[in-house]
């Protein structure tokens, strides 16, 4: 699943990001912020048009995300 089919405050943990090239400098930041292998990761907000963009939690900072951003990131629900 796609950080970015998420639904509003449905909590995930993150398998990978995702480069669509090499080197990848979007994959490559979203890995410098906290988008890494096992961190929890949640939909806090939406934009008003399109839903874009997302407001993504991350640890305790959040983050805004493009939708095109958030589904360079594999995520697996978590349990509850």
């Known amino acids: ?3 970015s089919e998420l639904s ?5 943990v993150v398998e990978q990001v995702e480069a ?23 939909i ?4 008003p048009i399109g839903a ?7 640890g305790f900072t ?3 995300l493009r939708r095109s951003e958030a589904a360079r990131v594999v ?3 978590e349990d509850s």
Do not use: K
């Open 1 to 3: 699943m796609r950080l």
């Open 8 to 12: 509003r405050f449905q909590s995930a």
């Open 20 to 42: 669509i090239s090499s080197p990848d400098a979007i994959a490559q930041r979203l890995n410098d912020i906290g988008f890494v292998p096992g961190e929890t990761v949640r």
């Open 44 to 47: 806090t907000a939406t934009g």
């Open 52 to 58: 874009d963009p997302l407001l993504v939690q991350v």
């Open 62 to 64: 959040r983050f805004a």
């Open 75 to 77: 995520v697996s629900l």
